[in-house]
């Protein structure tokens, strides 16, 4: 019995050293992902809110734009890397995209995030058919 207790002595150290670094990157990985995800929501949050500001009656592209990058300074300015906003507004309505990449855990990895927003712009129209 004690020269096979002799013969596996040391497996479990082994085991360790190989089976702890795959855990610590597969946890990496979850973490990643989590972080992607909510990089994800705030880009599209930004995009809806920029689309807000610039579907208004008198606002500009310029305006959406400028509310959605303060959204992303606000909100996102930890989670989402090199933002870009691109806003465009015609007569009839107002696109609001951004993009950028999600905050890496694991080094090398760049993963995109992206959201577009479009709504249709405000204008008053006057009653015509009250007398």
Not at 8 to 20: C, H, P, R
Not at 104 to 116: C, E, M, N, R, S
């Amino acid at each position: 019995m004690r020269r096979r207790w002799r013969e596996e002595s040391g497996e479990a150290t082994t085991e360790m050293v190989l089976i702890v670094p795959v855990l610590l990157l597969l946890l990496l990985v979850v973490v990643q992902f989590g972080l992607w995800y909510h990089a994800q929501h705030v880009v599209q949050a930004a995009a809806q809110e920029g689309t807000r500001a610039a579907r208004v009656e008198g606002a500009t592209a310029d305006d959406g734009s400028r509310r959605a990058e303060l959204f992303l300074a606000r909100s996102g300015g930890a989670v989402v890397d090199d933002p870009a906003v691109l806003a465009d507004r015609t007569a009839s309505e107002v696109t609001v995209q951004v993009s950028g990449q999600a905050v890496a855990v694991i080094p090398g990895l760049h993963l995109t995030v992206k959201a577009a927003a479009t709504s249709p712009t405000e204008e008053f129209r006057p009653d015509l058919s009250a007398p």
